[in-house]
């Protein structure tokens, strides 16, 4: 889908930092939702869409499940790591045929224009992952 590249050419998933991850049950629906996205002027490489088993991978290293660096970076789970359970969260519904959309936002409107746009669709998860901060925004 070219309105939405984002995450096309990334083998894994870094941290998101400014950014709001969300689960959309119905994969047209995520269609609809990009479109609305690139309606308010989201770019495509602003969107990013991860679907199936084999996106669902690139949530490996953030999720402790592969590679030397995947353990380091997720040492510190018992220490307050802050994502790594949502992450989790976001393969399983990948796993389970659901889309996972990610959006960067750059302030607290874009963040609750986006919030506001994934709702209307009936995304759920809706999380917001700043630079400090982890949020849900909607269950």
Same mark, same amino acid.
């Given at each position: ?6 995450? !096309? =050419? ?6 998101? !930092? ?29 969107? %990013?869409?991860?679907? %199936?088993?084999? =996106?669902?991978?690139?949530? =490996?290293?953030?999720?402790?499940? #592969? ?8 040492? %510190?789970?018992?220490? %307050? =790591? /802050?994502?790594?359970?949502?992450? #989790?969260?976001? /393969?399983?519904?990948?796993? $389970? ?5 990610? &959006?960067?936002? #750059?302030? !607290? ?6 919030? $506001? ?13 700043? /630079?400090?901060?982890?949020? &849900?925004?909607?269950?």
């Amino acid at each position: 889908m070219k309105s939405a590249n984002k995450f !096309d =050419d990334q083998e894994s998933l870094p941290v998101p !930092d400014n950014h709001i991850l969300a689960i959309i049950k119905n994969p047209e629906e995520a269609k609809v939702v990009v479109e609305a996205l690139n309606g308010r002027g989201f770019s495509p490489d602003e969107i %990013g869409l991860l679907a %199936g088993e084999a =996106d669902a991978e690139k949530l =490996d290293a953030a999720t402790g499940k #592969k590679g030397f660096f995947a353990k380091m970076l997720t040492s %510190g789970i018992d220490m %307050g =790591d /802050r994502d790594t359970e949502y992450f #989790k969260q976001y /393969r399983s519904a990948l796993m $389970q045929g659901s889309t996972m959309i990610g &959006v960067e936002v #750059k302030n !607290d409107e874009t963040r609750d224009e986006v919030r $506001q746009i994934l709702k209307t669709h009936g995304a759920r998860f809706i999380t917001s992952f700043g /630079r400090f901060v982890t949020e &849900v925004l909607e269950p």
